[in-house]
């Protein structure tokens, strides 16, 4: 029966969040699913009807649920058809909540530390840069700016040409 699961476990319903004692009474699509950016994900665009309709595997979709108490729920989702004409599909999902926590922290502390440099750089007052493995500009503060004469966003991301290039002073 379309939009019904056909089998699931108990540790689908404890994922999603639900407390529902037979897992059989959940239609698909009944409860919002987020992505990494908090908005709902349409029906059609979730890893199992968009697995369905494509006939393509969807490996790894992030997704976030809310639990009854409002706490986020971040799960890895995985969706294959069974390759044969029933048009069926098997999803899987992994509570990967503690490593999305894990990962957000860190990405805070890494946005705070290059904030933190960023300024430390911008109090040097000598021609100052920074380079990537290949050579490149990753970093230009205003002096070198000025001595290379180019400008500061224009030199990121280009090699050691910028500096070749720039006019004799």
Do not use: H, K
């Amino acid at each position: 029966e379309e939009g019904r699961p056909q089998r699931v476990n108990e540790r689908f319903t404890e994922l999603l969040g639900r407390d529902e004692t037979d897992p059989m009474t959940y239609t698909l699509g009944e409860q919002p699913l987020y992505d990494g950016d908090g908005e709902v994900i349409p029906y059609p665009q979730r890893p199992g009807p968009r697995a369905m309709a494509t006939g393509q595997p969807v490996w790894d979709r992030q997704i976030r649920v809310d639990d009854p108490d409002g706490r986020p729920r971040w799960l890895s989702v995985n969706a294959c058809p069974l390759g044969d004409d029933s048009g069926d599909v098997l999803v899987t999902m992994a509570d990967v909540t503690e490593l999305e926590r894990q990962r957000r922290r860190l990405q805070g502390q890494r946005d705070e530390l290059e904030s933190e440099l960023s300024a430390v750089f911008e109090r040097i007052s000598d021609g100052f840069y920074g380079l990537d493995d290949a050579g490149r500009f990753t970093y230009v503060n205003d002096t070198t700016s000025s001595r290379l004469g180019v400008d500061r966003t224009d030199a990121i991301g280009r090699g050691e040409s910028a500096e070749r290039s720039a006019p004799e002073r």
